[in-house]
Nanobody, 122 residues
Framework: QVQLVESGGGLVQAGGSLTLSCVAS????????VGWFRQAPGKERDLVST????????YYADSVKGRFTISRDNAKNTAYLQMNSLKRDDTAVYYC???????????????WGQGTQVTVSS
C-alpha cells in the first residue's frame, strides 16, 4: 500500500504560480510512476501530467504544456507539479496518483491522494 498526500493548493490570481507537492508513504521501496490529475466541478477527472520512476519520461496534457512542470525527488518520496501562468480554466481539485508505470488512464492508477483545491481568480 502507498499513501499519498497532496499539498500546495490555494487561491491565486490569473498569471500567477503555484507548486503542488505529493508525498508518498508506505511501500515506497517499489518503483512507481506518478500522475497528476484534476477535476473541475461537474467535469471528469482529467490527466494533467505523468512522470516515470526514473524521471526520464514525462507527459503533459496539451492544455498545460509549456506552463506546468512535473518533477520528483525519490529520496524524499515526493513529486511536484510546478504551475506557472495559471488561467481560470486551471481551477480544479488536483490529485496525485501512483501506478507501476506512467499510464495516461486514471483507471490504471492504484493509489490516490485526497486532492488539493486550486482556484485561479481573474
Amino acid at each position: 500500500q502507498v499513501q499519498l498526500v497532496e499539498s500546495g493548493g490555494g487561491l491565486v490570481q490569473a498569471g500567477g504560480s503555484l507548486t503542488l507537492s505529493c508525498v508518498a508513504s508506505g511501500h515506497t521501496s517499489t518503483p512507481y510512476a506518478v500522475g497528476w490529475f484534476r477535476q473541475a466541478p461537474g467535469k471528469e477527472r482529467d490527466l494533467v501530467s505523468t512522470i516515470s520512476w526514473s524521471n526520464t519520461t514525462t507527459y503533459y496534457a496539451d492544455s498545460v504544456k509549456g506552463r506546468f512542470t512535473i518533477s520528483r525527488d525519490n529520496a524524499k518520496n515526493t513529486a511536484y507539479l510546478q504551475m506557472n501562468s495559471l488561467k481560470r480554466d486551471d481551477t480544479a481539485v488536483y490529485y496525485c496518483a501512483a501506478a507501476r508505470l506512467p499510464y495516461r488512464s486514471k483507471d490504471l492508477y492504484d493509489y490516490w491522494g485526497q486532492g488539493t483545491q486550486v482556484t485561479v481568480s481573474s
